[in-house]
Nanobody, 121 residues
Framework: VQLQASGGGSVQAGGSLRLSCGASGRTFSSYSIGWLRQAPGKGREFVAA????????FYADSVKGRFAISRDNAKNTVYLQMNSLKPEDTAVYYCAAGRSGNYYPSSYDYWGQGTLVTVSS
């Protein structure tokens, strides 16, 4: 699976961005797709995930109510809609795929290259 993340950029606090994660090589049907992020000087942390088989979604407490993960079957693409962005959301955001992808970064087998999100106050 090759993953391509895009959509990052710079935005002021309170603004919105939508990240996209496209896949090639195979379909997502057997995977969970997650978004994880890494802020400067910090470890990689879970943000949100979507289980392709039943569209169950999971979110970190820090983004619940502000971020939404969704998919487009036809495009084999997963999106992360980020609203009410805060400076502490500043990070490189990665999309990842794993057969048992969950809240732990180690549960993902394939990673995209990351896209930078910068939120200014």
């Amino acid at each position: 699976v090759q993953l391509q993340a895009s959509g990052g950029g710079s935005v002021q606090a309170g603004g919105s961005l939508r990240l996209s994660c496209g896949a090639s090589g195979r379909t997502f049907s057997s995977y969970s797709i997650g978004w994880l992020r890494q802020a400067p000087g910090k470890g990689r942390e879970f943000v949100a995930a979507l289980r392709w088989s039943d569209t169950s979604t999971f979110y970190a407490d820090s983004v619940k109510g502000r971020f939404a993960i969704s998919r487009d079957n036809a495009k084999n693409t997963v999106y992360l809609q980020m609203n009410s962005l805060k400076p502490e959301d500043t990070a490189v955001y990665y999309c990842a795929a794993g057969r048992s992808g969950n809240y732990y970064p180690s549960s993902y087998d394939y990673w995209g290259q990351g896209t930078l999100v910068t939120v200014s106050s």
